[in-house]
């Protein structure tokens, strides 16, 4: 499939434009976020000087460290099992006919519709109900529980009218269903899945209100603890927690960008 | 990938791991209620290893506990929700002969009408929920909960958002009690309120001392601690208790039905009776405390701060929360009326 | 390209899906049910429930003073919607279609990146930015622009940037999924029969991209119909939406089966809402990924 030479086009410098505003858009709060982390002043926007003293409070604050760990577990595995399920349902909306698929894309949506404040309350009747005392294993129940429906509707909007010909070429030539499925489809769909896990892991990363309800003693995690922290009065030191975070995330990007290029 | 797997489980096996033997306390409190070093005093004192979660608000608290599914040993409500834990049961009762240290509450504090004889609750700390301000901006000395309601200062106002605190204002500038179960009294303060919301800013129950002092309002509804703090660092800010009088509060240690270390929770409770471990929180968060044998301990200037210790007189002016019984429910749907104008 | 068929195979259909269901019935319908079983009952006094069953939830869910709060959280989560398409669906086109393929993957992380610091932390940083004393304003004043600072925080503009600001990823996520498996040549087709580039866009690339699109559209209104933490923090806390409403009953009101009431009200309004829309599309004959 040849490429045009799209970049001509006089629609591009215009399209690459505003999407660069939005990329400003939604960087300006992290820039003003990492700048500060910096200010010496607490409360200000006016620039005092320069100063590391928020990360060194950061590096002695215990709570902090334990809560981002925590996040990070929950995170992890929220993601894999959320994607892997999510991912089967996708497909199985997007391809299959059964009886009853109506009520399955009604149960999908639920996790989107109902409130986070009433899935929190429900699930810890829930827990009570069977006798399971809310820890950071509720969390991550939780978690998997309303990530799911995210990952089906992306692979699914992903599969919904997607060329056949291929799977079918791959069956024609001997390949069984599980064959077909590892190694013509997975890859077909693998930006949708990507999509969706990424969807999953900041949706558990942030989630403020529902875990709040599940959490258990010493299940507190990082959205939990910065909420707490804000209470204490808006510090730097929180600045320093969101710019160390994306320090390394960006840094762990560039890693996987790296091995994925070098690969080639 | 399936490596990286096993390793996320293992590590999450590992985090729900360690054996109970009953030397371990889980407590729920208030953010900024307790110091990291008294309970590592605590552990280390009596080898009881403490986890601790915070919250902001006594209704989560309910919702944890009445589920059954939670985990907590100690929680910290305050007098109206320990009033309601009691009536849905959700309370242990405390046995006095394991809290030795009991007769060290301040004798004002003991046997408050919604816990008789501290059967289920200790007095913790205490505070009020009245203004601050901003002396220079204002330029005048305000005294009075009329200064909320001034056209002078509209959109300089803060409120909490809370509808409690929020009627109990309204109610005592209409020379009605902050606890008020009549009708019509509700109908005016609710009309009051109406009228306030153009002056006000913003409602918030968590910012306020910040938002203070960021400059963005003049006058502050809060509670006395975090306005404290914010007087002592900008010169410029003072707490009033107005003369119609505000909430008196106190927040109290309880342990839970559900909790799974009865004996350790006891010990917590007399180890925080004690006076100098108190009075190491006093001076840490700036709240006042109950407790008599703690008062050698407290900074002096704490100790003679009214906005932290306020005279007998000024207290007089102020009431608990009390029993809203149904009332609660028609406070709820003016206050749904009020913000949704 | 061969026209969608969709494979009759119940069992492997079956063995996909059962999972989400062992997941999402243990932990969606179950709770689910008890909160109706609670938005039948009554409330007592001290938050106790007292046995129903009873409408009377329900009825008092329809009185005037609480559809107002229905219809300005609707014209809420409309706007953000609209505002956060035109928002994203550039951005997701630009990396689906004009960006060099090695680039693809950084920049949809970069999309999403911001939202792994806390949502909490970016609204302060927005009050930072917003406030009085804040960014913008101290910027403003000192270039001498203005010599008061300008309301920007807690009015629904600052309520609107806040919204907006947090749904990016949840719409730019699906909709560039769906352009980027869109086949080319189907472009290039157009363009060779003497298409503009904006007719292209309108008749080949958008209906074709139409699932993703949805999806998005879906991910982001039906969240925002019961936000209720940016409006509280970037406005001021001086409206009240469902989101509140419901909070205030599961809170200080102690009276959770009023919420319970409204909740299941939203719940099945957006049920119906999702039900008529994939009714209408496929009587339209389009492809749905509903």
Redesign the interface.
């Known amino acids: 499939m040849k490429r045009r030479a799209w970049s001509v086009e006089r629609g591009a410098p215009v399209l690459r434009a505003v999407s660069w505003l939005v990329y400003a858009f939604l960087y300006a709060p992290i820039a003003v976020l990492v700048v500060f982390s910096f200010n010496s002043e607490r409360q200000t926007a006016v620039w005092k000087h320069f100063t590391l003293d928020w990360y060194r409070v950061l590096f002695r604050d215990e709570l902090i460290g334990h809560a981002v760990v925590n996040s990070l577990i929950v995170g992890v595995m929220a993601t894999v099992v959320a994607t892997v399920i999510g991912t089967m349902a996708g497909l199985a909306m997007a391809r299959h006919e059964f009886p009853g698929k109506r009520a399955t894309q009604s149960l999908l949506y639920l996790p989107v519709i109902v409130p986070e404040i009433v899935v929190g309350a429900a699930l810890v009747s829930l827990f009570g109900f069977i006798a399971m005392r809310l820890s950071l294993t509720t969390v991550v129940l939780a978690h998997i529980a309303f990530s799911i429906s995210y990952v089906a509707l992306v692979v699914r909007a992903r599969l919904t009218g997607f060329d056949q010909s291929l799977e079918e070429a791959a069956m024609d030539l001997g390949a069984n269903r599980w064959q077909t499925f590892w190694r013509v489809t997975l890859p077909l769909i693998a930006p949708g899945v990507l999509a969706g896990a990424l969807l999953v892991f900041t949706l558990s990363i942030d989630d403020y209100i529902i875990t709040s309800f599940v959490a258990g003693p010493g299940a507190t995690t990082l959205p939990l603890q910065i909420y707490s922290m804000v209470k204490t009065g808006v510090t730097p030191e929180i600045n320093a927690v969101s710019t160390l975070l994306l320090v390394v995330t960006i840094g762990l990007i560039a890693a996987a960008q790296r091995l994925e290029t070098s690969k080639r | 990938m399936k490596r990286f797997i096993a390793l996320c489980v293992l590590l999450t096996l590992l985090g729900c791991g360690g054996k109970d033997d009953g030397k371990r306390l889980n407590v729920y409190i208030w953010t900024n209620y307790i110091t990291q070093e008294l309970l590592s005093q605590f552990t280390a004192q009596t080898g009881i290893r403490v986890k601790f979660d915070v919250y902001d608000s006594n209704e989560a608290v309910l919702e944890k506990l009445a589920s059954g599914a939670s985990d907590y040993d100690i929680v910290v409500p305050t007098d109206y929700m320990v009033r309601i834990m009691t009536k849905q049961g959700l309370l242990v009762p405390l046995d006095h002969a394991k809290l030795t240290n009991l007769a060290n509450i301040t004798s004002k504090f003991r046997d408050l009408p919604f816990d008789k004889g501290n059967r289920h609750s200790v007095p913790y700390l205490w505070g009020t929920t009245g203004f601050a301000y901003n002396k220079a901006k204002v330029g005048a000395t305000l005294d009075s909960w009329a200064a909320v309601f001034d056209e002078r200062w509209k959109g300089r106002v803060l409120m909490l958002d809370d509808m409690r605190e929020c009627f109990g204002v309204a109610l005592r500038m209409s020379g009605h009690s902050a606890n008020s179960t009549n009708a019509t009294e509700l109908a005016v303060a609710r009309d009051l309120l109406v009228r306030q919301k153009p002056l006000v800013k913003t409602y918030n129950s968590s910012d306020f001392a910040g938002i203070l002092r960021s400059g963005d309002v003049w006058i502050a509804h809060g509670y006395n601690g975090e306005l404290a703090k914010a007087c002592d660092e900008d010169k410029n800010l003072a707490y009033v208790i107005p003369k119609e009088g505000c909430t008196v509060w106190v927040d109290n240690l309880c342990i839970p039905r559900s909790a799974r270390h009865i004996e350790a929770a006891h010990t917590f409770i007399n180890y925080m009776l004690e006076g100098k471990n108190i009075a190491a929180v006093v001076n840490a968060m700036s709240y006042a405390c109950a407790n008599d044998a703690a008062r050698p301990f407290i900074k002096p200037a704490i100790l003679s701060d009214p906005a932290r210790y306020p005279d007998e007189a000024t207290l007089k002016r102020c009431n608990f929360l009390g029993d809203l019984g149904e009332s609660l429910q028609l406070r709820d749907r003016y206050w749904t009326e009020i913000k949704a104008k | 390209?061969?026209p969608?068929?969709?494979?009759?195979?119940?069992r492997?259909?079956?063995l996909?899906?059962s999972?989400?269901?062992l997941?999402?019935?243990l932990?969606?319908?179950?709770?689910?049910a008890?909160?109706l079983w609670l938005s039948l009952q009554r409330?007592g006094?001290?938050?106790?429930i007292e046995p129903g069953p009873t409408l009377a939830n329900y009825i008092r869910s329809f009185e005037s003073?609480?559809t107002?709060?229905y219809a300005?959280s609707v014209w809420i989560a409309v706007a953000t919607t609209v505002i956060c398409l035109l928002?994203?669906y550039?951005?997701a086109?630009?990396?689906a279609?004009?960006a060099r393929p090695?680039r693809k993957?950084?920049l949809?992380?970069?999309?999403?990146?911001?939202?792994?610091?806390?949502?909490?932390?970016?609204t302060?940083?927005?009050m930072?930015?917003l406030?009085?004393?804040?960014?913008i304003n101290?910027l403003l004043m000192s270039l001498g622009v203005i010599h008061e600072p300008l309301?920007l925080?807690?009015t629904p503009l600052a309520v609107m940037i806040g919204q907006v600001?947090a749904e990016?990823?949840?719409m730019v996520?699906?909709i560039?999924?769906?352009l980027?498996?869109l086949?080319?040549?189907l472009l290039?087709a157009a363009?060779d029969l003497g298409a503009s580039?904006a007719a292209a866009f309108w008749r080949v690339t958008m209906p074709?991209a139409m699932?993703?699109t949805?999806?998005g559209i879906?991910?982001v209104f039906?969240?925002s119909l019961?936000t209720f933490?940016t409006p509280?923090l970037l406005g001021?806390?001086?409206?009240?939406l469902?989101?509140?409403?419901?909070?205030?009953?599961?809170?200080?009101?102690?009276?959770?089966p009023f919420?319970?009431a409204v909740?299941m009200a939203?719940?099945a309004f957006?049920?119906a809402l999702?039900?008529a829309y994939?009714g209408w599309a496929r009587r339209r004959g389009e492809?749905?990924?509903?």
């Not at chain 3, 001021?236 to 009240?240: E, I, P, Q, R």
């Open positions: 390209m061969k969608q068929s969709t494979i009759r195979a119940p492997f259909a079956f996909l899906i999972p989400t269901w997941v999402l019935g932990l969606f319908l179950v709770p689910l008890i909160m409330a006094l001290y938050g106790v003073g609480y107002i709060i300005r928002v994203s550039p951005v086109y630009y990396i279609l004009k090695e993957n950084v949809l992380a970069l999309v999403v990146i911001p939202f792994w610091t806390s949502f909490l932390v970016r302060y940083a927005w930072f930015i406030r009085d004393q804040g960014v101290s309301p925080l807690y600001y990016v990823p949840f996520l699906p560039y999924a769906s980027e498996k086949d080319r040549s290039e363009r580039a074709l699932p993703g949805v999806a879906v991910l039906i969240p019961g933490i509280d001021g806390a001086k409206g009240m469902v989101g509140n409403l419901i909070q205030n009953q599961f809170g200080p009101a102690l009276n959770k919420g319970s909740a939203l719940t957006v049920l999702l039900w994939a492809e749905v990924a509903l």
